[in-house]
């Protein structure tokens, strides 16, 4: 009887793959840059100086790969991981683990880029006792030139397992 309940859910929650989410625009700023090449203890001149950065072919300072700036406008990441985390813990599915995280880079992001991330739910399996939930996003400069893109893995589990 279990095993039907489990299949049910399961059934509900494969309606979220290809759902949306409504964009959201990303600050780049010279300070957030800086300040991110500083935490992760990476001392390359291109994410804090701006002259060597405009000396080697950028206009500006360029970002670390990961940093995709603040949102400025529309949902964070952590707000949309809510939304699902919420939809998954009334599936019966109440408990999170990150299962990892891929990038495609394709141009760099400068300081002073908007940004605009669009992300939607990829694929939703099972696998074993718990399920698995891509998200992916897509970066857009102002100017429309795709910057990156995130598959983000999120692992779900039942108290049950």
Known sequence: ME???ISNRL???????????DPQIMEVERGAVRRWADAIDDPNPLYQDVEYAKSRGYGE??????????AVEGKGFREI???VAKCMAQAGYPLL???GIEYEFYIPICAHDMLIASSSVGDISKRGGMVLIILETVFLKQNGDKVAWRR?????????V
Do not use: C, N
Request: glycine residues 10%.
């Open 3 to 5: 095993q039907v309940g």
């Open 11 to 21: 059934r509900e929650l494969k309606k979220l793959k290809g759902k949306t989410f």
């Open 61 to 70: 300072i360029i970002a670390p790969p990961g940093f995709f700036g603040w």
């Open 81 to 83: 991981i809510a939304d």
């Open 97 to 99: 683990l990150d299962a």
């Open 152 to 160: 983000k893995m999120l692992a779900f589990l039942s108290p049950k």
